[in-house]
């Protein structure tokens, strides 16, 4: 199965950015970027954070807050502060270079065991499985497993991992899993490893892995409240990115609707109605630019709810 598998992946593998180098440090990032990220998606902010930060040195000594408006939009936030301590801590405990070891890598802020199993094998090309999301669903099928236990799977994904290229095998797998194995209606006929697939098989693809029942939507409705001076904006900071004033019920000040807009964060969906105007009580908010600042989409999306609306009602010159 592994040498079809690999052949298979020399042959049809996407040309992504983060292929053209093993740099611990490109990989790492892209890693980090595509957690929870449509590939498509990463790309323009993989390429636009390596131009700036094109050195893990670079990145130790960036700003938090430039850091976070490159990041804008990705999402999860967080990921990028572990990225700023992890790269501090990889200059003042690793000399600036990116441990090839896995107990090193697993201490650093944001690596977890899929995290060090990519760099290592990705980067280093060491024997370490590197178990994510579609990895786990392309071997449930291929070995047959419904339940899907974690460590059974983690074992056979090193078995896996030592009987070839380790680069090579993990790419494979994550490869397979994003544009062969889908979750719904996987593409078996063309699949390199149809030929050992229990699933396929027993024709229980659809039923390896079982689907998970979501947890139902919750609706919440807000205000958002853009009150704007001299072209700058009242604003307040939460954990690093700016935010317009947001509440449950239009605070007390003078407004007039302006727009809407939808949010979805996991299973909270946000019906925000935007309003402009003045704000009475402004303690703990700033007046900032909105364009030089971090922000959140949500906070992207308000600010151009309220622009589409100006948009609609301006006049049409004659
Ligand atoms: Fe997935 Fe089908 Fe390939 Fe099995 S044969 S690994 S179910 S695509």
Redesign the pocket.
């Known amino acids: 199965m592994i040498d079809a598998l690999v052949a298979w992946f020399e042959e049809n593998q996407r040309g992504l950015p983060w292929r053209r180098t093993y740099d611990p440090y490109h990989v790492w990032i892209s890693e980090v970027m595509l957690q929870q990220t449509q590939v498509e998606t990463v790309v323009p902010y993989y390429e636009r954070f390596l131009d700036e930060f094109p050195t893990i040195d670079a990145l130790a000594r960036a700003e938090e807050q430039r850091v976070l408006k490159l990041w804008a939009g990705l999402g999860y936030y967080r990921r990028a502060k572990h990225l700023m301590e992890a790269a501090r801590a990889v200059v003042e405990k690793h000399d600036g270079r990116i441990p090839p070891d896995f107990d090193a890598l697993i201490a650093l802020p944001g690596v977890g065991q899929y995290m060090a199993g990519a760099i290592l094998s990705i980067a280093f090309n060491k024997p370490y499985p590197a178990v994510d999301g579609n990895v786990r ?2 071997l449930s ?2 070995f047959g497993w419904a339940g899907g236990d974690p460590q059974a799977l983690r074992d056979a994904a090193e078995r896996l991992v030592r009987s070839a290229e380790p680069r090579a095998v993990n790419q494979a797998l994550m490869e ?1 899993g994003a544009t ?2 889908a979750f719904k209606s ?3 006929l063309v ?4 030929g050992s ?1 229990v ?2 098989r027993t024709g229980m ?1 659809d039923s ?1 892995p079982p689907v998970k029942k979501r947890p139902k939507t919750i609706h919440v409705r807000v205000c958002a409240v853009v009150h704007r001076r001299r072209g700058f904006y009242l604003m307040k900071c939460s954990e690093g990115l700016w935010e317009f004033p947001m509440f449950a019920e239009l605070p007390a000040g003078s407004f007039t609707q302006a727009g809407s807009c939808r949010h979805t964060i996991t299973h909270h969906r946000l019906d925000v109605t935007v309003y402009e105007g003045s704000l009475e009580k402004r303690d703990g908010y700033q007046w900032k630019d909105f364009q030089t600042v971090p922000v959140s989409s949500l906070t992207r999306k308000i600010f151009l709810a309220r622009d589409q609306l100006q948009k609609r009602t301006s006049p049409t010159p004659p």
Request: hydrophobic fraction near 40%; charged fraction near 15%; proline fraction near 11%.
């Open positions: 669903r392309v099928r291929v397979l062969v194995c996987p593409r078996c699949c390199p490893v149809q697939c699933a396929f693809q390896i």
